[in-house]
């Protein structure tokens, strides 16, 4: 059975930046599409970023032009660069990824993370004080 496991979030002040990592543990094989959603408090999860087995990415708008998303050659593997954090990055943070490319073909918006994405993690909390 396969799991994701997302590094330890953090706290940050604004302007800061954090790593975020998301390895896969179990049953060998490598992912297609990995993507990064959030939830903050009182708020609906939204996609943050996407990358698909090419190396194409997608980014939610607000996030573009400070965060990247990155994945390692075995495609196990994938990361989530922020910069320039704001407060309204603060969130829990989620990896989620799929054996097949579908949700990657598709925009950030219209995926949900539980109904399209077969693997994701528990969740790491970032916060971004001003």
């Known amino acids: 059975q396969v799991q994701l496991v997302e590094s330890e979030g953090g706290s940050r002040e604004a302007g800061g930046s954090l790593r975020l990592s998301c390895a896969a543990s179990?049953?060998?094989?490598?992912?297609?599409?990995m993507a990064w959603f959030r939830q903050a408090p009182g708020k609906e999860r939204e996609g943050v970023a996407s990358?698909?087995?090419?190396?194409?990415?997608k980014y939610l708008d607000s996030v573009k032009g400070r965060f990247t998303i990155s994945r390692d050659n075995t495609g196990n593997h994938f990361y989530l660069q922020m910069d320039s954090l704001r407060p309204e990055d603060t969130a829990i943070y989620y990896c989620?990824?799929?054996?097949?490319?579908?949700?990657?073909?598709?925009?950030?918006?219209?995926?949900?993370?539980?109904?399209?994405?077969?693997?994701y993690g528990q969740g790491t909390q970032v916060t971004v004080s001003s």
């Open positions: 989620a990824a799929d054996t097949v490319n579908w949700s990657c073909l598709r925009s950030l918006g219209e995926v949900d993370m539980k109904s399209d994405f077969p693997y």
């Open positions: 179990g049953e060998h094989f490598s992912f297609f599409c």
């Open positions: 990358i698909d087995h090419d190396g194409n990415t």
